[in-house]
């Protein structure tokens, strides 16, 4: 199975702050790679896809960019409603796998 | 809108089975690969298993392999997980989504215990 492995795996940050996550492949996977945002008794919500096309609906301020095995997700100015979990997810290998989760916590 | 509601979990015993189910509404279902996914209390998330859009591709993580069947009826615009030989282990909220590769609609998920 495909590792995926994300650092950090907490960051805190003040609202305004640019956010950098990072996902790294145990092995190639090209742009097969999604990013979600999930809030605490809720279900994830796709964020990225393909690496780096954002989802319909999904603010600008939300970037993915990456290929084969190292990938960041950027958020350009962190609002109060971004604080949550994210989790990347490849899909170039059956059994799709996750990331451990990246939680953005208030400063 | 998309619209995807699970139904069907609760409590059962280890060695137990149950059946999920999850309506879809807002598209057209058969045109779409779905899947299962789950996530343990307080933990991350675990693909578990995909079915193509005419129930040709089917994929199972292994972990469920043996024991959980997805299924899909187009006409009834639903989507299943025959989960057998129930484990505590397979206690989580079980979401159903809408999937090519990434999930790009959920449900709201229902919960699972397996405990005796």
């Known amino acids: 199975d495909i590792q995926m492995t994300q650092s950090p795996s907490s960051v805190s940050a003040s609202v305004g702050d640019r956010v950098t996550i990072t996902c790294r492949a145990s092995?190639?996977?090209?742009?097969?790679l999604a990013w979600y945002q999930q809030k605490p008794g809720e279900a994830p919500k796709l964020l990225i896809y393909?690496?780096?096309s954002l989802q319909s609906g999904v603010p600008s301020r939300f970037s993915g960019s990456g290929s084969g095995t190292d990938f960041t997700l950027t958020i350009s100015s962190l609002q109060s409603e971004d604080f949550a979990l994210y989790y990347c997810?490849?899909?170039?290998?059956?059994?799709?796998?996750f990331g451990q989760g990246t939680k953005v916590e208030i400063k | 809108q998309v619209q995807l509601v699970e139904s069907g979990g609760g409590l059962v015993k280890p060695g137990g089975s149950l059946r999920l189910s999850c309506a879809a509404s807002?598209?057209?279902?058969?045109?779409?690969?779905m899947s299962w996914i789950r996530q343990a209390p307080g933990k991350g998330l675990e693909w578990l298993s995909y079915?193509?859009?005419?129930?040709?591709?089917?994929y199972y993580a292994d972990s469920v392999k043996g024991r959980f069947t997805i299924s899909r009826d187009n006409a009834r615009n639903s989507l299943y997980l025959q989960m057998n030989s129930l484990r505590a282990e397979d206690t989580a909220v079980y979401y159903c989504?809408?999937?090519?590769?990434?999930?790009?609609?959920w449900g709201q998920g229902t919960l699972v215990t397996v405990s005796s």
């Open positions: 989504a809408r999937s090519m590769g990434s999930a790009d609609s």
């Open positions: 807002g598209f057209i279902f058969g045109d779409f690969y």
């Open positions: 079915i193509s859009s005419g129930s040709t591709s089917i």
């Open positions: 092995q190639g996977i090209s742009t097969w």
């Open positions: 393909s690496a780096s």
């Open positions: 997810q490849q899909y170039n290998n059956w059994p799709w796998t």
